[in-house]
């Protein structure tokens, strides 16, 4: 399975756990990002588990966020988002609040635990045969 880029976010699967969420950007995250990574997301027969890595500092239009609040269950098992200091644990908070508030979210300082946390939720299920 290859990784997807949209410009703003890389989406690379982390072997068969996970798919890593890496927002580099310090632009705007788009609505067309995240139709691309929707459409990313239909290649797997069921929810997959995350981790959201943020590398830039970026916004989230309230169109994004209404869009993750509506499909969130029905794309992602749980989110963990790995926290590079204050004001990100506050974005997480406000994720795990709001717009993700349907799926499991918790704020990590390490990858490691991160995942650690993310196993309970299984694996990645397969891909869709065409």
């Not at 699967?13 to 788009?30: A, R, S």
């Amino acid at each position: 399975m290859d990784a997807l880029d949209t410009g703003n976010v890389r989406v690379t699967p982390v072997g068969d756990q996970c798919l890593l969420f890496t927002m580099y950007t310090n632009d705007e995250i788009k609505f067309s990002d995240i139709v691309q990574i929707f459409r990313f997301l239909d290649q797997f027969n069921g929810t997959v588990p995350g981790i959201v890595e943020r590398v830039g500092c970026f916004s989230l239009p309230y169109e994004v966020q209404n869009i993750l609040m509506k499909e969130a269950v029905l794309r992602f098992k749980a989110l963990a988002y790995i926290d590079r200091n204050y004001r990100d644990r506050q974005l997480t908070h406000y994720a795990k609040l709001t717009y993700m508030k349907s799926i499991p979210v918790e704020s990590f300082s390490d990858c490691k635990t991160a995942m650690n946390w993310l196993a309970q939720y299984g694996t990645l299920p397969s891909v869709v045969e065409i």
